[in-house]
């Protein structure tokens, strides 16, 4: 992966995404940075913060209720960068979208650094909040990716 890219395209799990994806290396602009998130995300705010901005995921993993995603408001692609309160911020939306979606149980997902170490699509910190739908047709557990995929 290039150093100047914001995005992983060994990491993306669907065609569309993939598309979006290159369209944001082409572009060469950081799809989670707040000038640039409506361009590529379609997905509306749910709640933003002094740190964080809170929305679905568009494109959930498979096998979920709900899929939240907490971006952060600054680049910072590490949690070493990350301002004082930040993780305390991340923690309110969290509960917030536990009450808001009556979300029961689940799993927090947080991948930072290297991408490819990380598993992540996009290197601008963020962090998913996942409620499995058990009842989905050919239910399987979800499971989050940490690592790239050595072929």
Known sequence: MNDKEFVNLNNARV???REVMNQIITDGLCPFCSEN????????TLREGACWI???????????KHHLLAIAKIHVEHID???PGAMDELGEHF??????FNIKG??????????DLAG???RHLHAQLIE???NSPGYEPVRAKIGISKK
């Open 15 to 17: 065609d569309e995404q």
């Open 37 to 44: 998130l409506t361009k590529y995300h379609k997905k509306p």
């Open 54 to 64: 809170l929305t679905s995921n568009q494109w959930p993993y498979e096998h979920t």
């Open 81 to 83: 960068g990350l301002p």
């Open 95 to 100: 509960k917030w979208g536990t009450k808001e």
């Open 106 to 115: 689940g799993g927090i997902v947080m991948r930072f650094g290297d991408s």
């Open 120 to 122: 992540s699509t996009v």
């Open 132 to 134: 499995p739908d058990l």
